[in-house]
T-cell receptor, first 111, second 109 residues
Framework: NAGVTQTPKFQVLKTGQSMTLQCAQDMNHNSMYWYRQDPGMGLRLIYYSASEGTTDKGEVPNGYNVSRLNKREFSLRLESAAPSQTSVYFC??????????FGEGSRLTVL | AQRVTQPEKLLSVFKGAPVELKCNYSYSGSPELFWYVQYSRQRLQLLLRHISRESIKGFTADLNKGETSFHLKKPFAQEEDSAMYYCALSVSSASKIIFGSGTRLSIRP
């Protein structure tokens, strides 16, 4: 009963470093999403993947890349981290038309 | 462009009082709307969706297409309702789901 699993849960980076956030779901969902959560800004969609093999930009895609590795996995990469990317990142998945299931979140700090 | 607006960042009410969390949306197509909730130390989870038209934990929400609103209501607040509430809009043609900025509901004893 893992649901949506994100790794790592916490990460501290220096400006300019790169990193990848991993997300995996075991519910056979076709759609996967990455959001960032910032105080006063709510949840903002970074990228999403409606189905395996497709990815689309969300509201705030700049500075990020994604890969839908297979049906289970959807990773988020920061090529050159900036302090503005300090945030809590959430991965989510769902069947088309269904409810979103969220991971526990990954707290990223960029110094 | 699609947009979800939650005008209140914080709403504080006494236990037993009615609660209304506001949500307005902007979308030219046929909207599908949701309310998600994040309790302390728990994952974000679905509270309710407009197509199901059901009441969950005493909460209801009605889609008003004329006013482009989907306000969340509960007649008598309970302390366990304290949480962060997010309104969300599904752009169904693209599987895209966007959220509002959230309202923190605090129930005072």
């Amino acid at each position: 009963n893992a649901g949506v699993t994100q790794t790592p849960k916490f990460q501290v980076l220096k400006t300019g470093q790169s990193m990848t956030l991993q997300c995996a779901q075991d519910m056979n969902h076709n759609s996967m999403y990455w959001y960032r959560q910032d105080p006063g800004m709510g949840l903002r969609l970074i990228y999403y993947s409606a189905s395996e093999g497709t990815t689309d930009k969300g509201e705030v895609p700049n500075g990020y890349n994604v890969s839908r590795l297979n049906k289970r996995e959807f990773s988020l990469r920061l090529e050159s981290a900036a302090p503005s990317q300090t945030s809590v990142y959430f991965c989510a998945s769902r069947f088309t038309g269904g409810e979103l299931f969220f991971g526990e979140g990954s707290r990223l700090t960029v110094l | 462009a699609q947009r979800v607006t939650q005008p209140e960042k914080l709403l504080s009410v006494f236990k037993g009082a009615p609660v209304e969390l506001k949500c307005n949306y902007s979308y030219s197509g046929s909207p599908e709307l949701f309310w998600y909730v994040q309790y302390s130390r728990q994952r974000l989870q679905l509270l309710l969706r407009h197509i199901s038209r059901e009441s969950i934990k005493g909460f209801t929400a009605d889609l008003n297409k004329g006013e482009t609103s989907f306000h969340l209501k509960k007649p008598f607040a309970q302390e366990e309702d304290s949480a962060m509430y997010y309104c969300a809009l599904s752009v169904s043609s693209a599987s895209k789901i966007i959220f509002g900025s959230g309202t923190r509901l605090s129930i005072r004893p």
